[in-house]
Antibody
Framework: QVQLVQSGAEVKKPGASVKVSCKAS????????IHWVRQAPGQRLEWMGW????????KYSWRFQGRVTFTRDTSASTAYMDLSSLSSEDTAVYYC????????????WGQGILVTVSS | QSALTQPPSASGSPGQSVTISCTGT?????????VSWYQQHPGKAPKLMIY???KRPSGVPDRFSGSKSGNTASLTVSGLQAEDEADYYC??????????FGLGTRVTVL
């Protein structure tokens, strides 16, 4: 069965960076893009961008442009999200999600990980 | 790109229907067929309920249906059940490989 398993919770200080992983199984990793979505406590879902797992091309939401980097390791079927210059406003649950096919929605999601930014 | 507009809350009694709207512009909801809906229970990851405006993924009950008129998409839940109580989010393609989510709607089963 399709699964996306994310790394564990993180606590970071303001100004630091965080790297989150998302390991995929149960399907061909390079056949579907991986999107990243975050949700601050009690707030709405916020789309961050996506990575083409076949060729590594990326698209970032303008909100995170310059501060976020998506990469992937096809040999490990794992996608990564690196967010820098953290502030308290980045405290949120970060999800990875697999795209069904272009435009068809995000059909499988990781369990989400809480990133807490606190001094 | 601003978040799509959804009512903060909606409610209905068991067995009734509830419809949630998702309003955007001609640059997002009105301009593309790529509107999706997600259900999220507290503390859980979102679940895809509708994609491409009105298509249901395998395993989603046919009580859930989607539609679109102009710049507004809608999700209707018919025959409300207790387990339908959750937050619902719409999402739309906005061009140039970008997407946006709605503000979210909390559905309460009375």
């Amino acid at each position: 069965q399709v699964q996306l398993v994310q790394s564990g919770a993180e606590v970071k200080k303001p100004g630091a960076s965080v790297k989150v992983s998302c390991k995929a199984s149960g399907y061909t990793f390079t056949a579907s893009a991986i999107h990243w979505v975050r949700q601050a406590p009690g707030q709405r879902l916020e789309w961050m961008g996506w990575v083409n797992t076949a060729n590594g091309n990326t698209k970032y939401s303008w909100r995170f442009q310059g501060r976020v980097t998506f990469t992937r390791d096809t040999s490990a079927s794992t996608a990564y999200m690196d967010l820098s210059s953290l502030s308290s406003e980045d405290t949120a649950v970060y999800y990875c999600a697999k795209e069904g096919f272009p435009g068809a929605g995000l059909d499988y999601w990781g369990q989400g990980i809480l990133v807490t930014v606190s001094s | 790109q601003s978040a799509l507009t959804q009512p903060p809350s909606a409610s209905g009694s068991p067995g009734q229907s509830v419809t949630i709207s998702c309003t955007g512009t001609s640059s997002d909801v009105g301009g593309y067929k790529y509107v999706s809906w997600y259900q999220q229970h507290p503390g859980k990851a979102p679940k895809l309920m509708i994609y491409e405006v009105n298509k249901r993924p395998s395993g989603v009950p046919d009580r859930f249906s989607g539609s679109k008129s102009g710049n507004t998409a809608s999700l209707t839940v018919s025959g409300l059940q207790a387990e339908d109580e959750a937050d619902y989010y719409c999402s739309s393609y906005v061009g140039s490989d970008n997407y946006v989510f709605g503000l979210g709607t909390r559905v309460t089963v009375l």
